[in-house]
């Protein structure tokens, strides 16, 4: 067969096909007519949710005159919400001896404490005389405490003689108490008051060390300005 007797397209090795592939409207409506039930519930889902969507809910009034107001759903309030994880589960977590690593503490020096900001204030102990002026209030709280029970108890002592009676015997019974407990506090807190005192006892010679160790820089104002 000569090539010019070929239709245009075909190959010259190969005969042509007499009859040509034509897609009919019958195979498309029986690929619809044969599809599943699940192709079509997702068919139907997708375009109600496109429809949602596009139509929000509106207001509208009822045949009663009752109105509909749409709210939006508030989602709960929790702490996991705002919580992230980093995903460094093994941040803070060794696996090895060799991993932790004890940090040596600085030893400081007599000369870096000297020159400390207001080291000579520390040294003689103004806290310590806080601490004691307040344990005194205390003590003298207390003492007007007990000399109100004394006066009290003797008040109630010349009844007593008089008649037997089981309420003033219970009441004299809690005022000895009371008053043994004052006297058991201004007891320990005076002596609390002594131990702390005695912290001070050094006072003169750690100030002693503190100006002799600290180096004071005085530089007058000519020598700035030379320096400037």
Not at 155 to 164: E, H, N, Y
């Amino acid at each position: 067969m000569p090539t010019s007797d070929l239709p245009p397209g075909a190959s010259p090795r190969k005969k042509p096909r007499k009859q040509q592939h034509v897609i009919s409207t019958e195979e498309g409506d029986m690929m619809e007519t044969h599809s599943t039930d699940d192709e079509k519930s997702t068919a139907k889902s997708l375009s109600v949710k496109t429809e949602k969507r596009k139509s929000p809910p509106k207001e509208y009034i009822d045949e009663e005159g009752v109105r509909y107001v749409p709210v939006r759903p508030r989602p709960p309030i929790t702490l996991l919400r705002h919580y992230r994880n980093p995903w460094k589960a093994a941040y803070h977590h060794f696996q090895r001896y060799s991993d932790v690593r004890v940090k040596e503490e600085k030893k400081a020096m007599l000369q870096e404490i000297a020159n400390q900001k207001g080291v000579s204030c520390r040294a003689q102990g103004w806290k310590v005389h806080l601490c004691a002026a307040q344990l005194l209030q205390l003590t003298n709280l207390e003492h007007d405490v007990y000399e109100r029970l004394t006066n009290l108890q003797e008040g109630i002592i010349p009844k007593k003689k008089a008649a037997t009676d089981d309420d003033l015997h219970r009441i004299n019974e809690l005022i000895q108490g009371n008053m043994q407990r004052c006297k058991l506090v201004m007891d320990q807190i005076s002596e609390a008051r002594d131990s702390m005192l005695k912290v001070l006892d050094h006072k003169d010679r750690v100030l002693k060390l503190l100006n002799k160790n600290g180096t004071v820089k005085k530089v007058s104002k000519l020598k700035r300005k030379e320096k400037a």
